[in-house]
């Protein structure tokens, strides 16, 4: 009993972590640093998701916190590294809401999250139920970074912070997603940030800028 109450209290302080990297993803201007906040949130995704493996006994549990290292810690970070370096690009471009209005709106975003996700934590059985609340203010938390940036390389980094929080919401409600569906989304992130990468050359080549105003400027004539 105390060991299960241990561990526990380390997801939920694992949990807490990927809370606040995610509030200070949506703070960072510099592209760097954001890619260092995205990688350290694999490194925390993996750590947890061994962790529940480990307590629960799932063997497969071990073969998705190994496909998160690979994946988010190590080959995405590395393709986001060699596409900025390459495009030149250092600082998002201001942000369609300034940054203390945007930590508010992050904050009201978590209290709801932490609503919605009481009834549903109280049906689950997994030691890790009591973090659905913050898994679902994870996702929420990038899904207003997307909004909110104008670059399309910080946006893509929302959108993969999203994945994130889902896929931490499926390890605190279910145990985790079955290997075949997680080896397809890894699938299709890999190929999907392959085809973006494409697409950032392009817009940069016809812009000369990733600020996705351009886009919609083009739209309206």
């Not at 302080?13 to 990297?21: D, E, F, N, Q, R």
């Not at 493996?53 to 994946?71: K, M, N, Q, V, W």
């Not at 970070?77 to 390459?86: A, D, E, T, V, Y």
């Not at 679902?136 to 993969?160: C, D, E, K, P």
Request: aromatic fraction near 10%; proline fraction near 2%.
């Amino acid at each position: 009993m105390h060991h299960s109450h241990l561990i526990a209290e380390l997801l939920k302080l694992l949990a807490s972590i990927l809370l606040l990297i995610s509030f200070a993803m949506l703070s960072q201007r510099r592209t760097q640093r954001l890619i260092t906040l995205f990688a350290l949130q694999g490194v925390i995704l993996f750590v947890s998701t061994c962790i529940v493996a480990y307590s629960a006994g799932l063997r497969e549990l071990y073969y998705s916190a190994a496909l998160t290292l690979l994946l988010k810690v190590i080959a995405l970070p590395w393709i986001f590294n060699r596409l900025i370096h390459r495009l030149g690009i250092r600082w998002d471009s201001e942000p369609l809401v300034n940054i203390p209005i945007t930590m508010l709106v992050g904050l009201a975003l978590v209290i709801f999250a932490f609503g919605l996700a009481q009834p549903i934590s109280m049906m689950a059985t997994t030691i890790t139920r009591n973090t659905l609340g913050i898994a679902l203010a994870v996702i929420l938390l990038a899904f207003l970074m997307m909004i909110s940036r104008r670059m399309a390389v910080t946006q893509v980094i929302g959108f993969l912070a999203m994945e994130n929080g889902l896929f931490f919401a499926a390890t605190s409600a279910t145990y985790g997603m079955p290997m075949v569906i997680e080896l397809g989304i890894a699938l299709d992130l890999l190929v999907g940030v392959f085809i973006l990468g494409i697409f950032f050359f392009q817009i940069r080549e016809q812009f000369e800028s990733l600020d996705l105003s351009n886009l919609e400027a083009l739209r309206e004539d």
